[in-house]
């Protein structure tokens, strides 16, 4: 019979007593332990965002001010366009006309609403093209850099160079008729929806349309110097080098991986874009050549109302205010943005 192999002694574990407790074990059934939920930087910049009282208090008014200008036009018993000669210019008044009349006898208040849809759309529209375009240039330049980059900036530089106020003036004094090429474009499109696009009635429309080219092709380039510099920090990074290995297209790597990571700084400039194209939009129409009868704009209104400063202080103050309101809330906003978005700002 085979001697057994004795097993190896144990050390007696001593017993840790009151005063050191056994370290808690992870309960399996029954229990469960909180665990910190992730985070990123959309979150985070929310939360900073709620946290700047000024920049929510903006975002709420631009909410309230787009409402009205939509719903009001719509429901009013005073249509924009409505003149009442035997009324003329009245003074506001809470029980009929808010904003009072102007010198045609029409609801200023309606006229307000009905230009702020339009100032309000100038901008958007214009910054929508400005920011199609730059992000566009700006992240094909930044991306291959080299000659390719060397060549597009020197093309933005001339560009700058250029007096583009003097320019958007003179392109819209020379070209928003209809005695040029862009009306007949105006006219071929607009003949898809109207059975006779060439009614004159439409020619304050075209104006408007072409304002809103004229500024949106014009706005773009520091957009795309900004997006350029984004571009050129990222493309070194690890997920650029991960889908080019795997064959990722240059123009797909572009817009769908390196311009959603340069979001933050576009979105930014973006709000600080649209109050800078109305409120060139607004100058254009105060030397008239924006905003045509019977369409209006706040530019426009307060550009009719000065003629009367001194009689009807009313018809320059109201849609003053407006645009002013706007254009202070569209800068709020867009500085809460930022220091909202700014990745070096520490999370609280």
């Given at each position: 019979?085979?001697?057994?192999?004795?097993?190896?002694?144990?050390?007696?574990?001593?017993?840790?007593?009151?005063?050191?407790?056994?370290?808690?074990r992870?309960?399996?059934?029954?229990?469960?332990?909180?665990?910190?939920?992730?985070?990123?930087?959309?979150?985070?910049?929310?939360?900073?965002?709620?946290?700047?009282?000024?920049?929510?208090?903006?975002?709420?008014?631009?909410?309230?001010?787009?409402?009205?200008?939509?719903?009001?036009?719509?429901?009013?018993?005073?249509?924009?366009?409505?003149?009442?000669?035997?009324?003329?210019?009245?003074?506001?008044?809470?029980?009929?006309?808010?904003?009072?009349?102007d010198?045609?006898?029409?609801?200023?208040f309606?006229?307000?609403?009905?230009?702020?849809?339009?100032?309000?759309?100038?901008?958007?529209?214009?910054?929508?093209?400005?920011?199609?375009?730059?992000?566009?240039?700006?992240?094909?330049?930044?991306?291959?850099?080299?000659?390719i980059?060397?060549?597009?900036?020197?093309?933005?530089?001339?560009?700058?160079?250029?007096?583009?106020?003097?320019?958007?003036?003179?392109?819209?004094?020379?070209?928003?008729?209809?005695?040029?090429?862009?009306?007949?474009?105006?006219?071929?499109?607009?003949?898809?929806?109207?059975?006779d696009?060439?009614?004159?009635?439409?020619?304050?429309?075209?104006?408007?349309?072409?304002?809103?080219?004229?500024?949106?092709?014009m706005?773009?380039?520091?957009?795309?110097?900004?997006?350029?510099?984004?571009v050129?920090?990222?493309?070194?990074q690890?997920?650029?080098?991960?889908?080019?290995?795997?064959?990722?297209?240059?123009?797909?790597?572009?817009?769908?991986?390196?311009?959603?990571?340069?979001?933050?700084?576009i979105?930014?400039?973006?709000?600080?874009?649209?109050?800078?194209?109305?409120?060139?939009?607004?100058?254009?129409?105060?030397?008239?050549?924006?905003?045509?009868?019977?369409?209006?704009?706040?530019?426009?209104?307060?550009?009719?109302?000065?003629?009367?400063?001194?009689?009807n202080?009313?018809?320059t103050?109201?849609?003053?205010?407006?645009?002013?309101?706007?254009l202070?809330?569209?800068?709020?906003?867009?500085?809460?943005?930022?220091?909202?978005?700014?990745?070096?700002?520490?999370?609280?």
């Open positions: 019979m085979s001697e057994e192999t004795p097993l190896p002694a144990v050390a007696a574990v001593p017993d840790p007593g009151p005063e050191h407790p056994a370290p808690e992870p309960s399996v059934h029954g229990e469960h332990h909180e665990i910190e939920k992730g985070t990123s930087l959309w979150r985070d910049a929310w939360k900073r965002l709620k946290k700047n009282r000024v920049a929510v208090a903006s975002a709420i008014i631009l909410i309230v001010l787009v409402l009205v200008c939509i719903i009001h036009p719509e429901v009013t018993k005073y249509p924009y366009d409505q003149a009442n000669l035997k009324l003329g210019a009245t003074s506001p008044s809470w029980r009929d006309h808010w904003f009072g009349t010198d045609y006898g029409r609801d200023l309606s006229r307000v609403t009905f230009g702020g849809r339009v100032s309000l759309a100038v901008g958007v529209i214009a910054t929508f093209i400005s920011f199609t375009i730059g992000v566009s240039y700006g992240a094909i330049a930044g991306y291959f850099g080299g000659r980059d060397g060549i597009m900036m020197r093309i933005v530089d001339v560009l700058y160079t250029l007096p583009l106020l003097v320019f958007e003036i003179l392109l819209t004094a020379f070209f928003a008729n209809k005695d040029t090429i862009f009306y007949e474009w105006f006219i071929a499109v607009l003949g898809i929806f109207k059975d696009p060439t009614d004159p009635a439409f020619l304050p429309l075209f104006k408007i349309v072409f304002v809103f080219g004229a500024l949106g092709t706005s773009w380039l520091t957009m795309a110097r900004i997006v350029r510099g984004q050129i920090s990222l493309r070194g690890l997920f650029v080098e991960a889908a080019q290995s795997v064959g990722v297209s240059d123009m797909r790597l572009i817009f769908r991986h390196l311009i959603p990571n340069a979001l933050g700084p979105i930014v400039y973006t709000t600080l874009t649209i109050p800078e194209v109305m409120l060139t939009e607004a100058f254009l129409s105060f030397l008239g050549l924006g905003t045509e009868e019977p369409l209006s704009s706040w530019g426009q209104l307060v550009s009719n109302g000065v003629e009367s400063l001194d009689l202080p009313w018809l103050i109201f849609p003053g205010v407006m645009l002013a309101v706007t202070f809330c569209f800068n709020f906003l867009g500085d809460g943005l930022r220091d909202a978005l700014d990745p070096r700002i520490r999370k609280d």
